[in-house]
């Protein structure tokens, strides 16, 4: 026996998780109409009908009928409902399923039903351990593919009418998209263990758990888009046999391929085929409907490659927090074609033939779609599919290899050691906060932007809501704006949505990843703006391009971040900012307002750990960046509020005597011992007049949110 489980609760919870999961499919078919649900579009689409009986077929075939004193609901279902196990007899060929008019759709229910009745019966009566337990488990999660199995052909039925009809008013999904990014994570590889382990459920051909050497590696933070494959299609990619491999190329000849699976060039542009009906093509939304010969040819366009399914697997077991829509949007094509894992054995009984027959010709997708009940989901799943295959809820995400042991030791990179070596050779330790900010740290502090202690990003955004209208009415015509320290450019939007008019949008930023990735996603919002990214510190302003419009400037510089500078560093910054705008400018400045002393410390010191990891990666940057070799175990986080100063403080405590190396020098810690990482000053009214005035701004308004309380200023000059 080959069973992969741990023995869960019985009785009452197995009949509660039976219910529950058997009752999703019958959800999905309410509303739709028995000719919906009879019809069968292609060979590989199965009828509506056909998977509600065969789901309940499997529980009957496979676990009531192994009591030999059984008596089958229906003797002729045996044949009618029988996918591909020659082990149970003869049944009816896949592309002749839609002929089947009898049994009725209202029998199919009743069948499903009376199955699910002695299905009760048998969890009240017989022992679910060994083979049972197993295959009750299998069952379960075969309901499960075939729920979206269910959805894949239905849309490709609805697909085919020139009516474009609609399934579902909405889309059946348990949650939005994820919003994207930007930049990778690199993984140094190494001997890894893939596979599953033997700890709850599996399918037998995700084990049994193995080694596998990777090389050094990259994998994308976001999946591909459909604003990414319209680029590709604007450059030829189905027309250019050098990205394709022969069969790929062969096939988009042979199948006159333009464009993924149900798009539709429209006047307007690009429109696909949904559940919820024909719909424009939303450019930030991952593409679906690609198969692996045309994820490989735009992997190749792009310059990278799909990962093996053994980098993706240990990407999504190590760093999953890393990725936008890891699983829960498409199951993502991998390099590897489908084939068992060393030491393989496929599932004692009639249940052999559920995965190891088909082991050959396919390749291998990881993560799992909207469609994919989500506790059906895990990284060790091997969903598999034909190469040439569309219909399924497939996209992509990209990787590349790494090389080993570069480093890049240009100007960002020295300046980055020669601060961490003169703030370690402080007596309180120290280093400016600008280094959280590579593509880790970006992605860590728009996770932590978001987590419920965290209020000033969620009270600033909802003040700029309130006051961008009056803000962008003040700006004039052909204005500039200039952000300082850009990051993601989130709340850069509310903004440019409020000055339509505004001539250009010029992002600042130290981290080259975000600040290159937030611009591409903006000029596909935003195609008409001219947005001018520039790489830069924001405490040492270089002068703006000078081919731009000729209105008026205005900086923008939200988040508190003001706060994280000395106050005679902050007031430099603004008057360096003043000159950099010249006469005439605006400036909107996001200040952090004092309040109680708990709810500071509850946000940057909050109970998921994010600001930690925030804090720590500046050490993983030094260990990675700089050769250093901080022992990450030996540093926590701290954070506390310094009352004198009007500041929260970050440190990182040495919990043990420990020593660092950088760049040849040694630097040693007793227990206890912090180094100073960031310091967020909070203002009153008076405060911000009075730095203002200090560098040479005027204080126009200043706008205080609901509490906790933050506040914009608008300063001119």
């Not at 680029?231 to 030829?236: E, Y």
């Not at 419920?452 to 700006?475: K, V």
């Not at 100073?676 to 205080?704: I, M, N, P, Q, Y």
């Amino acid at each position: 026996m080959n069973a992969r489980f741990e023995p869960g609760t019985r009785g009452a919870t197995d009949l509660a998780r039976f219910r529950e999961v058997r009752s999703a499919m019958p959800a999905l078919a309410d509303g739709l109409s028995a000719e919906d649900l009879s019809a069968q579009s292609m060979a590989d689409c199965s009828p509506g009908k056909w998977h509600l009986a065969h789901t309940s077929w499997f529980f009957e075939a496979m676990i009531l009928a192994a009591d030999p004193e059984y008596v089958p609901v229906d003797p002729r279902f045996q044949q009618l409902f029988n996918s591909y196990y020659e082990a149970l007899g003869e049944r009816v060929a896949r592309p002749e399923r839609g002929l089947m008019t009898r049994p009725s759709l209202n029998e199919v229910l009743a069948y499903r039903r009376e199955v699910d009745r002695r299905m009760a019966d048998w969890l009240a009566g017989a022992s679910t351990d060994g083979q049972a337990r197993y295959l009750f488990e299998l069952g379960l999660h075969h309901d499960q593919q075939h729920q979206e199995l269910f959805l894949m052909d239905l849309l490709h039925l609805m697909s085919r009418s020139p009516l474009d009809p609609a399934a579902y008013a909405e889309e059946p999904r348990p949650r939005p998209v994820e919003a994207g990014q930007g930049g990778a994570t690199r993984f140094e590889g190494g001997l890894v263990s893939i596979g599953h382990d033997g700890a709850g459920f599996a399918f037998d051909n995700e084990g049994p758990s193995h080694r596998v050497w990777l090389e050094p590696f990259a994998l994308d933070h976001d999946l591909v888009t459909n604003g990414d494959w319209i680029a590709f299609i604007a450059d030829g990619g189905y027309g250019r046999p050098e990205l394709w491999l022969s069969d790929g190329w062969a096939t988009v000849k042979a199948e006159g391929w333009t464009a993924p699976l149900y798009w539709r060039r429209e006047d307007a542009g690009w429109s696909v085929m949904t559940l919820t009906g024909r719909r424009p093509v939303d450019p930030a939304s991952p593409v679906r409907h690609v198969s692996f010969y045309e994820a490989d040819a735009y992997a190749r366009w792009a310059g990278k490659r799909l990962p093996s399914e053994s980098e993706w697997e240990h990407a999504a077991t190590v760093a999953p927090e890393a990725f936008s829509n890891l699983s829960g949007e498409v199951w993502q094509w991998t390099s590897s074609s489908y084939a068992p894992y060393p030491g393989f054995q496929p599932t004692e009984g009639t249940a052999a033939e559920y995965n190891g027959k088909f082991m050959a010709n396919q390749m291998v997708l990881r993560g799992g779609a909207f469609a994919t009940p989500e506790d059906h989901r895990r990284p060790t799943y091997r969903n598999f599919f034909y190469p040439f295959q569309r219909w399924a809820f497939m996209g992509l995400r990209l990787a590349e290899d790494a090389p080993r042991d570069v480093r890049t030791d240009d100007a960002a990179t020295q300046a980055f050691r020669a601060d961490l070596l003169a703030g370690l050779s402080r007596p309180q330790k120290a280093l400016p906060p600008k280094w959280f900010y590579d593509a880790e740290g970006s992605r860590l502090f728009e996770a932590i932007t978001e987590l419920p202690e965290y209020y000033p990003t969620r009270q600033e955004t909802a003040l700029l809501r309130e006051r961008a209208g009056e803000l962008a009415a003040a700006f004039g015509p052909d204005a500039v704006m200039v952000e300082f320290g850009s990051g993601a450019s989130e709340k850069t939007r509310i903004l440019l949505d409020a000055a339509p008019d505004l001539a250009a949008y010029v992002p600042l930023d130290i981290s080259e990843s975000a600040l290159l990735d937030a611009a591409e996603r903006l000029k596909l919002g935003y195609p008409r703006l001219e947005i001018r990214p520039v790489l830069g510190d924001f405490e040492h302003l270089a002068p703006l391009p000078d081919d731009l419009r000729s209105g008026r400037r205005v900086g923008f510089f939200p988040g508190s971040t003001i706060g994280n500078l000395e106050p005679e560093d902050a007031a430099r910054f603004l008057a360096a900012a003043r000159r950099m705008l010249g006469e005439g400018a605006l400036f909107i400045l996001g200040v952090d307002l004092v309040k109680d002393p708990g709810v500071l410390i509850r946000a940057y010191d909050d109970s998921q750990g994010v600001t930690a990891a925030f804090n720590r990666n500046v050490l993983v940057r030094a260990n990675a960046e700089l050769d250093a070799d901080f022992d990450l175990d030996a540093f926590v986080h701290r954070a506390v509020w310094n009352a004198e100063l009007s500041r929260i403080e970050m440190h990182l405590e040495a919990t043990e005597p420990t020593t660092a190396r950088v760049a040849g020098r040694t630097f040693r810690f007793m227990a206890g011992e912090t180094i100073h990482t960031e310091s967020s000053r909070k203002f009153t009214r008076e405060a911000v007049e009075a730095l203002a005035s200090r560098s040479g701004w005027r204080l126009e308004r200043f706008d205080v949110s609901a509490e906790p309380s933050v506040a914009l200023a608008l300063l001119s000059s």
